[in-house]
């Protein structure tokens, strides 16, 4: 039996069935475009992370017109993929592309939306950091969010030593912009919620030992 790594949930068989359901949502999008630069000589030599960002890079060449028209078309795609990490390609989209401030409003919402399927919590932090202010506020908003999914992103999204993700070093001298939310989450009905606020105090834990131990 053939090895697996994680990195081959970026198979040929998902660029394929990606490739489809784009066109479903995008009749103009060429698919033999998409595939030939997918699959550009270097595809086995990348490993989880890079195939994730050469997809989204590869996903803004394949597709035409504006930012928000390609936010338009991955909304509806992201949605026929539910299985988590492939979906991470959605997120890490508006990262890649949806940080200017023009863009603001089209990337919070795209975020909410691909949350939902796989998350965003790694990409809301260059949000958090480059708009701390009214992204805190948005995060604060979604911790009352009927969804759960986006709740539990208020909560991961601005944790201070997310595993894998950028760091959030204000966070770390001091995490009282975090507080007010995690107070909202921390009797979430939802498993998938409080176990991420305790991942959240867990870190504040880290610098703030005694604020965590009040808090919890």
Known sequence: ????????????????????????????????????????????????????????????KALTGSYQKKISILKPTAAEFKNGLTGLIFPDFVEMFGTNEADYDTSIDALAHFTQFSSSEFAIRPFIIKYPKKTMAQLLK????????????ASEGCRSRLPWAMALPEFKKNPAPILPIL??????KMDYVYRSVANNLNDISKDHPDLALELA
């Open 1 to 60: 039996m053939a090895e697996f790594y994680l990195k081959d949930v970026y198979s040929k068989d998902f660029y394929n069935q990606l490739a489809e359901v784009l066109k479903k949502h995008s009749p103009s999008f060429n698919k033999k475009k998409f595939l030939s630069l997918i699959f550009d000589g270097q595809h086995q030599n990348r490993e989880l992370k890079e195939r994730m960002h050469h997809a989204a890079a590869t996903l803004n």
């Open 142 to 153: 979604w911790a009352s969010h009927e969804n759960y999914h986006i709740r539990r992103l």
């Open 183 to 188: 107070e909202l989450l921390k009797a979430d």
